[in-house]
Protein backbone atom coordinates (compact mmCIF):
# COMPACT_ATOMS: atom_id res chain seq x y z
CA UNK A 1 0.00 0.00 0.00
CA UNK A 2 1.07 3.73 -0.95
CA UNK A 3 1.89 5.91 1.77
CA UNK A 4 -1.06 8.36 0.91
CA UNK A 5 -3.32 5.30 1.45
CA UNK A 6 -1.68 4.01 4.52
CA UNK A 7 -2.19 7.61 5.97
CA UNK A 8 -5.84 7.97 4.98
CA UNK A 9 -6.19 5.04 7.23
CA UNK A 10 -4.31 6.13 10.23
CA UNK A 11 -6.58 9.12 10.00
CA UNK A 12 -9.80 7.54 9.39
CA UNK A 13 -9.12 5.37 12.45
CA UNK A 14 -8.04 8.07 14.55
CA UNK A 15 -11.32 10.61 14.28
CA UNK A 16 -12.74 7.86 15.60
CA UNK A 17 -11.55 8.42 19.09
CA UNK A 18 -13.68 10.58 21.00
CA UNK A 19 -13.93 11.74 24.31
CA UNK A 20 -13.69 8.78 27.55
CA UNK A 21 -11.37 6.72 25.18
CA UNK A 22 -8.12 6.09 25.97
CA UNK A 23 -6.09 4.31 23.73
CA UNK A 24 -2.83 3.38 21.78
CA UNK A 25 -1.27 2.34 18.91
CA UNK A 26 2.07 1.30 17.44
CA UNK A 27 4.42 2.61 15.02
CA UNK A 28 7.94 1.69 12.95
CA UNK A 29 8.69 5.10 11.45
CA UNK A 30 8.62 8.60 12.09
CA UNK A 31 6.24 9.52 9.42
CA UNK A 32 3.37 7.39 10.83
CA UNK A 33 3.73 8.81 14.34
CA UNK A 34 3.60 12.30 12.76
CA UNK A 35 0.51 11.74 10.90
CA UNK A 36 -1.28 10.35 14.04
CA UNK A 37 -0.51 13.09 16.25
CA UNK A 38 -1.06 15.64 13.47
CA UNK A 39 -4.52 13.73 12.06
CA UNK A 40 -5.33 13.24 16.56
CA UNK A 41 -4.50 17.42 17.09
CA UNK A 42 -6.26 18.13 13.31
CA UNK A 43 -9.60 16.88 15.24
CA UNK A 44 -9.63 18.32 18.16
CA UNK A 45 -9.27 21.76 16.86
CA UNK A 46 -12.03 21.09 14.85
CA UNK A 47 -14.32 20.24 18.21
CA UNK A 48 -12.93 23.08 19.95
CA UNK A 49 -11.03 20.77 22.36
CA UNK A 50 -7.24 21.93 23.50
CA UNK A 51 -4.69 19.87 22.22
CA UNK A 52 -1.83 18.55 24.07
CA UNK A 53 1.01 17.00 22.43
CA UNK A 54 3.53 14.92 25.28
CA UNK A 55 6.90 14.27 22.75
CA UNK A 56 10.37 12.82 23.86
CA UNK A 57 12.12 14.73 20.60
CA UNK A 58 10.15 15.18 18.23
CA UNK A 59 8.14 18.56 18.40
CA UNK A 60 9.35 20.35 15.24
CA UNK A 61 8.13 17.15 13.18
CA UNK A 62 4.66 17.23 14.14
CA UNK A 63 4.53 21.48 13.90
CA UNK A 64 5.79 20.85 10.69
CA UNK A 65 2.69 18.29 9.88
CA UNK A 66 0.27 20.63 11.62
CA UNK A 67 1.52 23.56 9.49
CA UNK A 68 1.41 21.39 5.72
CA UNK A 69 -2.37 21.18 7.10
CA UNK A 70 -3.19 24.37 6.51
CA UNK A 71 -2.75 25.08 10.58
CA UNK A 72 -1.23 28.20 11.95
CA UNK A 73 0.28 26.70 14.69
CA UNK A 74 2.10 29.33 15.85
CA UNK A 75 -1.27 31.14 16.29
CA UNK A 76 -2.91 28.32 17.74
CA UNK A 77 -0.07 27.62 20.28
CA UNK A 78 -0.32 31.87 21.35
CA UNK A 79 -3.97 30.90 21.74
CA UNK A 80 -3.20 28.00 24.26
CA UNK A 81 -5.50 25.62 22.05
CA UNK A 82 -2.58 23.49 21.33
CA UNK A 83 0.43 22.80 24.08
CA UNK A 84 3.45 20.97 23.18
CA UNK A 85 5.41 19.36 26.26
CA UNK A 86 8.50 18.23 25.43
CA UNK A 87 10.47 15.55 27.58
CA UNK A 88 13.83 17.92 27.23
CA UNK A 89 12.31 21.07 28.24
CA UNK A 90 10.62 19.72 31.54
CA UNK A 91 11.95 17.24 34.02
CA UNK A 92 9.04 14.74 33.03
CA UNK A 93 8.28 11.59 35.44
CA UNK A 94 5.14 9.43 35.22
CA UNK A 95 4.74 10.30 38.79
CA UNK A 96 3.62 13.56 38.01
CA UNK A 97 1.21 12.86 34.48
CA UNK A 98 -1.43 12.03 36.30
CA UNK A 99 -1.67 15.45 38.20
CA UNK A 100 -0.32 17.05 34.88
CA UNK A 101 -3.36 15.62 32.87
CA UNK A 102 -5.81 16.87 35.56
CA UNK A 103 -4.53 20.31 35.33
CA UNK A 104 -4.57 20.53 31.80
CA UNK A 105 -8.40 18.90 31.85
CA UNK A 106 -9.14 21.87 34.74
CA UNK A 107 -7.37 24.73 32.20
CA UNK A 108 -9.63 23.03 29.43
CA UNK A 109 -12.84 23.59 31.18
CA UNK A 110 -12.22 26.75 32.98
CA UNK A 111 -10.73 28.42 29.59
CA UNK A 112 -14.54 26.60 27.85
CA UNK A 113 -13.21 24.32 25.52
CA UNK A 114 -15.34 21.21 24.31
CA UNK A 115 -13.14 19.10 26.06
CA UNK A 116 -9.30 17.89 26.13
CA UNK A 117 -7.26 15.52 24.36
CA UNK A 118 -3.67 14.40 24.85
CA UNK A 119 -1.29 12.38 22.83
CA UNK A 120 2.05 11.32 24.10
CA UNK A 121 4.86 9.55 22.30
CA UNK A 122 5.31 7.14 24.95
CA UNK A 123 9.74 6.75 24.34
CA UNK A 124 9.55 10.11 26.85
CA UNK A 125 8.73 7.59 29.32
CA UNK A 126 11.26 4.80 27.79
CA UNK A 127 14.21 5.18 30.91
CA UNK A 128 11.69 4.42 33.97
CA UNK A 129 11.67 0.95 33.54
CA UNK A 130 8.11 -0.99 31.94
CA UNK A 131 6.94 -1.66 35.37
CA UNK A 132 6.13 2.15 36.20
CA UNK A 133 4.98 3.11 32.39
CA UNK A 134 2.45 0.38 32.49
CA UNK A 135 0.95 1.05 36.04
CA UNK A 136 0.81 4.94 35.19
CA UNK A 137 -1.15 4.12 32.25
CA UNK A 138 -3.41 1.90 34.39
CA UNK A 139 -3.77 4.25 36.84
CA UNK A 140 -5.33 6.73 34.21
CA UNK A 141 -7.87 4.77 34.26
CA UNK A 142 -8.29 3.71 37.29
CA UNK A 143 -8.60 7.30 38.54
CA UNK A 144 -11.13 7.66 35.29
CA UNK A 145 -9.00 10.41 34.29
CA UNK A 146 -10.58 10.46 30.79
CA UNK A 147 -14.09 9.81 31.70
CA UNK A 148 -14.50 12.94 34.74
CA UNK A 149 -12.95 15.09 32.58
CA UNK A 150 -14.21 14.36 29.04
CA UNK A 151 -10.75 13.86 27.65
CA UNK A 152 -9.40 11.69 24.94
CA UNK A 153 -6.20 10.09 25.59
CA UNK A 154 -3.77 8.00 22.54
CA UNK A 155 -0.45 6.60 23.40
CA UNK A 156 1.95 6.18 20.86
CA UNK A 157 4.75 3.35 21.00
CA UNK A 158 7.81 3.00 18.84
CA UNK A 159 8.13 -0.71 18.12
CA UNK A 160 12.13 -0.37 17.41
CA UNK A 161 12.66 1.30 20.69
CA UNK A 162 9.85 -0.74 23.12
CA UNK A 163 11.12 -4.71 23.07
CA UNK A 164 7.91 -7.30 22.18
CA UNK A 165 6.90 -7.51 25.78
CA UNK A 166 7.03 -4.26 26.25
CA UNK A 167 4.27 -4.04 23.57
CA UNK A 168 2.54 -7.12 25.49
CA UNK A 169 2.51 -5.41 28.74
CA UNK A 170 1.81 -1.67 26.88
CA UNK A 171 -1.31 -3.07 25.36
CA UNK A 172 -2.98 -4.76 27.99
CA UNK A 173 -3.62 -1.62 29.87
CA UNK A 174 -5.44 0.17 27.24
CA UNK A 175 -8.61 -0.19 26.89
CA UNK A 176 -8.81 0.45 22.88
CA UNK A 177 -6.20 -0.07 20.41
CA UNK A 178 -5.71 1.65 17.25
CA UNK A 179 -5.18 -0.89 14.29
CA UNK A 180 -5.22 0.14 10.77
CA UNK A 181 -8.15 2.16 10.18
CA UNK A 182 -10.15 0.98 12.91
CA UNK A 183 -10.64 1.87 16.47
CA UNK A 184 -10.66 -1.71 17.87
CA UNK A 185 -11.77 -2.05 21.86
CA UNK A 186 -9.19 -4.45 23.23
CA UNK A 187 -10.44 -8.11 23.96
CA UNK A 188 -6.86 -8.77 26.04
CA UNK A 189 -7.49 -5.25 28.15
CA UNK A 190 -6.82 -6.33 32.16
CA UNK A 191 -8.78 -3.67 34.30
CA UNK A 192 -6.60 -1.79 36.45
CA UNK A 193 -8.22 -2.51 39.78
CA UNK A 194 -6.68 -6.46 38.97
CA UNK A 195 -3.54 -5.26 37.10
CA UNK A 196 -2.40 -2.66 39.91
CA UNK A 197 -3.33 -5.59 42.67
CA UNK A 198 -0.04 -6.83 44.30
CA UNK A 199 -1.29 -10.28 43.96
CA UNK A 200 -1.34 -9.64 39.63
CA UNK A 201 1.18 -11.81 38.88
CA UNK A 202 -0.48 -14.99 40.92
CA UNK A 203 -3.70 -14.00 38.89
CA UNK A 204 -2.65 -13.50 35.80
CA UNK A 205 -2.81 -17.03 34.44
CA UNK A 206 -6.74 -17.39 35.87
CA UNK A 207 -7.42 -13.76 34.22
CA UNK A 208 -5.63 -15.64 30.88
CA UNK A 209 -8.18 -18.39 31.77
CA UNK A 210 -11.54 -16.83 32.20
CA UNK A 211 -10.36 -14.28 29.15
CA UNK A 212 -10.26 -17.70 27.14
CA UNK A 213 -13.18 -18.47 28.21
CA UNK A 214 -15.59 -15.60 27.51
CA UNK A 215 -14.00 -15.45 24.27
CA UNK A 216 -14.96 -18.62 23.28
CA UNK A 217 -18.49 -17.91 24.58
CA UNK A 218 -18.73 -14.98 22.45
CA UNK A 219 -17.54 -17.09 19.50
CA UNK A 220 -19.96 -19.87 20.22
CA UNK A 221 -22.41 -16.99 20.07
CA UNK A 222 -21.31 -15.25 16.82
CA UNK A 223 -20.94 -19.04 15.19
CA UNK A 224 -24.68 -19.77 16.01
CA UNK A 225 -26.00 -16.26 15.25
CA UNK A 226 -23.94 -16.96 11.93
CA UNK A 227 -25.70 -20.43 11.40
CA UNK A 228 -28.99 -18.94 12.00
CA UNK A 229 -28.66 -16.17 9.73
CA UNK A 230 -26.97 -18.77 6.82
CA UNK A 231 -30.24 -20.79 7.37
CA UNK A 232 -32.72 -17.85 7.65
CA UNK A 233 -30.97 -16.77 4.02
CA UNK A 234 -31.33 -19.52 2.24
CA UNK A 235 -35.15 -20.08 3.13
CA UNK A 236 -35.59 -16.19 2.13
CA UNK A 237 -33.47 -17.20 -1.17
CA UNK A 238 -35.45 -20.56 -1.72
CA UNK A 239 -38.78 -18.02 -1.21
CA UNK A 240 -37.95 -15.22 -3.27
CA UNK A 241 -37.45 -18.12 -6.05
CA UNK A 242 -40.32 -20.14 -5.58
CA UNK A 243 -42.02 -16.56 -6.01
CA UNK A 244 -40.22 -15.55 -9.26
CA UNK A 245 -41.04 -18.83 -10.55
CA UNK A 246 -45.26 -18.44 -9.69
CA UNK A 247 -45.05 -15.12 -10.77
CA UNK A 248 -43.12 -16.32 -14.13
CA UNK A 249 -45.57 -19.18 -14.43
CA UNK A 250 -48.46 -16.56 -14.09
CA UNK A 251 -46.97 -14.51 -16.79
CA UNK A 252 -46.87 -17.22 -19.08
CA UNK A 253 -50.12 -18.90 -18.58
CA UNK A 254 -52.17 -15.88 -18.12
CA UNK A 255 -50.74 -12.72 -19.65
CA UNK A 256 -49.02 -14.49 -22.37
CA UNK A 257 -51.67 -16.32 -23.79
CA UNK A 258 -54.08 -13.97 -23.49
CA UNK A 259 -51.73 -11.14 -25.93
CA UNK A 260 -50.95 -14.69 -28.20
CA UNK A 261 -55.11 -14.40 -28.47
CA UNK A 262 -55.34 -10.98 -29.11
CA UNK A 263 -52.33 -11.26 -31.82
CA UNK A 264 -54.45 -14.10 -33.99
CA UNK A 265 -57.06 -11.61 -33.65
CA UNK A 266 -55.40 -8.70 -34.53
CA UNK A 267 -54.17 -11.20 -37.43
CA UNK A 268 -57.76 -11.80 -38.52
CA UNK A 269 -58.64 -7.99 -38.35
CA UNK A 270 -55.69 -7.36 -40.38
CA UNK A 271 -56.71 -9.58 -43.14
CA UNK A 272 -59.89 -8.99 -43.34
CA UNK A 273 -59.12 -4.59 -43.57
CA UNK A 274 -56.96 -5.37 -46.15
CA UNK A 275 -60.25 -6.20 -48.09
CA UNK A 276 -61.57 -2.69 -47.84
CA UNK A 277 -60.01 0.52 -48.81
CA UNK A 278 -59.37 2.36 -45.64
CA UNK A 279 -55.90 3.67 -44.94
CA UNK A 280 -56.60 4.83 -40.93
CA UNK A 281 -57.93 1.94 -39.56
CA UNK A 282 -55.25 -0.17 -41.23
CA UNK A 283 -52.77 1.89 -39.55
CA UNK A 284 -54.59 1.72 -37.10
CA UNK A 285 -54.30 -2.23 -36.25
CA UNK A 286 -50.65 -1.49 -37.64
CA UNK A 287 -49.80 0.02 -34.97
CA UNK A 288 -52.39 -2.20 -32.42
CA UNK A 289 -49.98 -4.99 -33.56
CA UNK A 290 -46.88 -3.38 -33.19
CA UNK A 291 -48.27 -2.86 -29.33
CA UNK A 292 -48.88 -5.99 -28.65
CA UNK A 293 -45.74 -7.41 -30.32
CA UNK A 294 -43.61 -5.29 -27.90
CA UNK A 295 -45.52 -5.74 -24.96
CA UNK A 296 -45.29 -9.42 -25.49
CA UNK A 297 -41.37 -8.64 -25.47
CA UNK A 298 -41.67 -6.75 -22.56
CA UNK A 299 -43.22 -9.51 -20.45
CA UNK A 300 -41.32 -12.52 -21.84
CA UNK A 301 -37.98 -10.62 -20.88
CA UNK A 302 -39.82 -10.11 -17.47
CA UNK A 303 -40.10 -13.71 -17.40
CA UNK A 304 -36.81 -14.69 -18.59
CA UNK A 305 -35.44 -12.31 -15.89
CA UNK A 306 -37.60 -13.83 -13.04
CA UNK A 307 -37.07 -17.26 -13.51
CA UNK A 308 -35.01 -18.30 -17.21
CA UNK A 309 -36.85 -21.25 -18.65
CA UNK A 310 -33.72 -22.89 -19.88
CA UNK A 311 -32.88 -23.16 -16.55
CA UNK A 312 -34.08 -26.28 -15.02
CA UNK A 313 -33.98 -27.56 -18.75
CA UNK A 314 -30.76 -27.32 -20.02
CA UNK A 315 -28.64 -25.98 -17.16
CA UNK A 316 -26.64 -22.90 -15.64
CA UNK A 317 -23.87 -23.24 -18.88
CA UNK A 318 -26.30 -22.77 -21.15
CA UNK A 319 -28.38 -20.14 -19.00
CA UNK A 320 -25.47 -17.92 -18.82
CA UNK A 321 -24.31 -18.04 -22.52
CA UNK A 322 -28.02 -16.73 -23.22
CA UNK A 323 -28.11 -14.41 -20.38
CA UNK A 324 -24.39 -13.01 -21.98
CA UNK A 325 -25.80 -12.94 -25.77
CA UNK A 326 -28.77 -10.74 -24.14
CA UNK A 327 -26.82 -8.59 -22.03
CA UNK A 328 -24.33 -8.02 -25.09
CA UNK A 329 -27.33 -6.87 -27.12
CA UNK A 330 -28.83 -4.45 -24.58
CA UNK A 331 -25.60 -2.64 -23.27
CA UNK A 332 -22.77 -2.83 -25.52
CA UNK A 333 -20.65 -4.51 -23.08
CA UNK A 334 -19.24 -7.95 -24.54
CA UNK A 335 -19.79 -10.55 -22.22
CA UNK A 336 -17.96 -14.00 -22.90
CA UNK A 337 -19.20 -17.39 -21.02
CA UNK A 338 -17.22 -20.12 -21.00
CA UNK A 339 -17.76 -23.61 -19.32
CA UNK A 340 -19.03 -27.03 -19.37
CA UNK A 341 -22.40 -26.67 -21.02
CA UNK A 342 -23.56 -30.19 -19.72
CA UNK A 343 -22.41 -29.52 -16.17
CA UNK A 344 -25.49 -29.87 -14.07
CA UNK A 345 -25.70 -28.80 -10.20
CA UNK A 346 -28.33 -28.70 -7.68
CA UNK A 347 -31.49 -26.41 -8.16
CA UNK A 348 -30.08 -23.90 -5.76
CA UNK A 349 -26.55 -23.78 -6.75
CA UNK A 350 -28.03 -23.05 -10.15
CA UNK A 351 -29.72 -20.49 -9.52
CA UNK A 352 -27.52 -19.04 -6.68
CA UNK A 353 -24.90 -18.56 -9.21
CA UNK A 354 -27.00 -17.53 -12.38
CA UNK A 355 -28.76 -14.48 -9.79
CA UNK A 356 -24.66 -13.82 -8.94
CA UNK A 357 -24.22 -13.41 -12.44
CA UNK A 358 -27.41 -10.91 -13.29
CA UNK A 359 -26.62 -8.90 -10.19
CA UNK A 360 -22.27 -8.64 -11.33
CA UNK A 361 -22.95 -7.86 -14.48
CA UNK A 362 -25.76 -5.13 -13.05
CA UNK A 363 -23.29 -3.36 -11.24
CA UNK A 364 -20.61 -3.74 -14.46
CA UNK A 365 -23.17 -1.76 -16.15
CA UNK A 366 -23.72 0.37 -13.61
CA UNK A 367 -20.60 1.20 -12.11
CA UNK A 368 -17.25 -0.74 -13.84
CA UNK A 369 -16.89 1.02 -17.30
CA UNK A 370 -15.66 -2.29 -18.67
CA UNK A 371 -15.88 -3.03 -22.54
CA UNK A 372 -15.22 -7.01 -22.04
CA UNK A 373 -16.58 -9.29 -19.22
CA UNK A 374 -15.61 -13.14 -19.13
CA UNK A 375 -17.60 -15.38 -17.25
CA UNK A 376 -16.03 -18.63 -16.89
CA UNK A 377 -17.58 -21.92 -14.84
CA UNK A 378 -15.06 -24.35 -14.02
CA UNK A 379 -15.16 -27.98 -12.51
CA UNK A 380 -12.70 -29.47 -10.03
CA UNK A 381 -12.19 -32.51 -8.53
CA UNK A 382 -14.19 -31.30 -5.00
CA UNK A 383 -15.29 -28.04 -5.72
CA UNK A 384 -16.96 -25.58 -8.73
CA UNK A 385 -15.63 -22.75 -9.65
CA UNK A 386 -17.19 -19.72 -11.13
CA UNK A 387 -15.99 -16.41 -11.67
CA UNK A 388 -16.58 -13.14 -13.50
CA UNK A 389 -14.02 -10.83 -14.77
CA UNK A 390 -14.09 -7.38 -16.24
CA UNK A 391 -11.82 -4.64 -17.48
CA UNK A 392 -13.64 -2.02 -15.89
CA UNK A 393 -12.06 1.04 -13.38
CA UNK A 394 -12.17 -1.38 -10.38
CA UNK A 395 -11.60 -0.24 -6.92
CA UNK A 396 -8.83 -0.23 -4.43
CA UNK A 397 -9.94 -3.27 -2.15
CA UNK A 398 -7.69 -2.08 1.13
CA UNK A 399 -9.51 1.15 1.36
CA UNK A 400 -12.84 0.12 -0.04
CA UNK A 401 -13.37 -2.83 1.63
CA UNK A 402 -15.75 -5.03 -0.69
CA UNK A 403 -18.31 -4.95 2.07
CA UNK A 404 -18.78 -1.30 1.86
CA UNK A 405 -18.66 -0.95 -1.90
CA UNK A 406 -22.37 -1.51 -2.52
CA UNK A 407 -25.81 -3.77 -1.56
CA UNK A 408 -24.97 -5.57 -4.59
CA UNK A 409 -22.04 -7.32 -3.30
CA UNK A 410 -23.45 -8.30 -0.40
CA UNK A 411 -26.71 -9.64 -1.90
CA UNK A 412 -23.99 -12.05 -4.03
CA UNK A 413 -22.05 -12.83 -0.92
CA UNK A 414 -25.56 -13.83 0.89
CA UNK A 415 -26.26 -15.94 -1.90
CA UNK A 416 -23.24 -17.77 -2.22
CA UNK A 417 -23.26 -18.97 1.60
CA UNK A 418 -26.66 -19.90 1.23
CA UNK A 419 -25.93 -22.16 -1.36
CA UNK A 420 -22.98 -23.56 0.95
CA UNK A 421 -20.51 -21.90 -1.13
CA UNK A 422 -18.12 -18.75 -0.43
CA UNK A 423 -17.24 -15.26 -2.72
CA UNK A 424 -14.64 -13.69 -2.64
CA UNK A 425 -13.45 -10.23 -4.67
CA UNK A 426 -10.47 -9.04 -6.16
CA UNK A 427 -9.57 -5.67 -7.45
CA UNK A 428 -7.00 -2.95 -8.58
CA UNK A 429 -7.88 0.50 -9.72
CA UNK A 430 -7.73 0.55 -13.48
CA UNK A 431 -7.25 -2.88 -13.80
CA UNK A 432 -10.68 -4.17 -13.40
CA UNK A 433 -12.47 -6.34 -11.01
CA UNK A 434 -12.95 -10.23 -10.33
CA UNK A 435 -15.83 -11.76 -8.70
CA UNK A 436 -15.23 -15.79 -7.42
CA UNK A 437 -17.36 -17.85 -6.08
CA UNK A 438 -16.38 -21.94 -4.90
CA UNK A 439 -19.31 -24.01 -4.13
CA UNK A 440 -18.38 -27.93 -3.11
CA UNK A 441 -19.91 -30.39 -5.11
CA UNK A 442 -22.17 -31.94 -2.69
CA UNK A 443 -23.91 -28.15 -1.94
CA UNK A 444 -27.52 -27.55 -1.95
CA UNK A 445 -29.92 -30.47 -2.08
CA UNK A 446 -29.18 -33.65 -4.68
CA UNK A 447 -31.41 -32.87 -8.31
CA UNK A 448 -33.47 -34.96 -8.68
CA UNK A 449 -33.40 -38.01 -11.74
CA UNK A 450 -35.68 -38.54 -13.98
Known amino acids: M ?3 NRFEKVR ?3 RQLDSGIHACTLYDRREKEVAMAVSYIQAGLERGELCVCVVDDGGQSIREGLASEGIDVDAELRAGRIIVFEKSATN ?5 MVGQIEAWA ?8 AGCRVTGEMTWALHEGVTELAQFESRLD ?8 MCTGLCQFDVRRFTPEMIREMIIVHPFVVVGDRLCRNPYYVEPEAYLSPDWPLQETDWMIRNL ?3 QLVEDDLRASQEGYRALTRRLVRLQDQERRDMARELHDRVGQNLTAMRINMDIIRTRLAQHDDSAIRARAEDSMQLIESTFKAVQNVMYDLRPPMLDEYGLGASLEWYAKEFTERTGIRVESFGAEDLRMSPDVEIALFRIAQEALNNVARHSQAKNVRIELRQREAETVFSIQDDGVGFDVERDR ?3 VGYGLVTMRERAEAAGGALS ?3 EKGHGTRITVTVPRNAGPERPTL
Not at 92 to 96: A, G, I, V, Y
Not at 106 to 113: C, D, I, N, Y
Not at 142 to 149: D, E, P
Open 2 to 4: DTE
Open 12 to 14: AAI
Open 92 to 96: LRTSD
Open 106 to 113: RQAREAGF
Open 142 to 149: FYRIWQRH
Open 213 to 215: EQL
Open 402 to 404: PAR
Open 425 to 427: TSS
